[in-house]
């Protein structure tokens, strides 16, 4: 059954230190070695558990004044996960799509002022991106292609604006529909990250 924005519902709930500003990346037979590599970036030392990797995200951003971000993964079946506490990377067409050549790149972002970007690539080819909170413009090879998925996991259409925006929690369901790995509390809680800094520039 096709998950929907709502099935995710915890993480603001349970994660609210990382849940007002994020970025979660879904790379396609890459380890995570080999993404750090395409970003440029350099390895630190792993971090257990989402608390860590946030605390250890804002600490390096302070002490690096921006210049550099923390970037936390795992692998999780054929693909590995990235996450950026306040990051942004993911998202970033500059970045992305050099470092989606040969694979699949899904990632999705929210910032504190909740502005919100999805973006699905495959081999440098940039198939579909849209503002969370206006699923209605979409750009890419194939913006129409995942309309009734759009629709049925819970992005708002329409001028009729919502009480509350389902935007950000759909778009977890969206990346679990295209690469089929879904987010879990467990997975954020128990998972011991590989790390890297990446340069923000």
Not at 35 to 47: D, M, Q, T, Y
Not at 149 to 174: K, W
Request: aromatic share 10%; with cysteine; glycine share 8%.
């Amino acid at each position: 059954m096709m998950k929907t924005g709502a099935d995710y519902a915890w993480f603001e709930n349970d994660f609210p230190d990382i849940a007002e500003a994020y970025c979660f990346t879904l790379v396609r037979g890459l380890a995570p070695a080999e993404v750090v590599s395409r970003l440029e970036g350099h390895p630190e030392e792993p971090l257990h558990g989402i608390t860590a990797v946030v605390d250890a995200a804002f600490a390096q951003f302070d002490s690096a004044e921006g210049d550099r971000q923390l970037v936390a993964m795992t692998a999780v079946g054929a693909w590995t996960l990235l996450v950026e506490p306040d990051g942004y990377l993911g998202v970033t067409e500059e970045r992305a799509l050099p470092a989606s050549a040969g694979t699949s790149w899904i990632s999705h972002f929210v910032n504190i002022n909740g502005v919100g970007t999805f973006l699905w690539a495959e081999n440098q080819v940039l198939r579909l991106c849209f503002d969370l909170m206006f699923p209605d413009d979409r750009w890419g090879t194939t913006p129409d292609e995942l309309l009734d998925v759009l629709q049925r996991i819970g992005f708002h259409f329409g001028e009729e604006t919502p009480e509350t925006d389902p935007s950000s929690l759909a778009a977890f369901a969206l990346a679990e529909h295209l690469a089929d790995v879904a987010i879990t509390p467990g997975l954020l809680t128990e998972t011991t990250f590989a790390c890297a800094t990446v340069r923000t520039q």
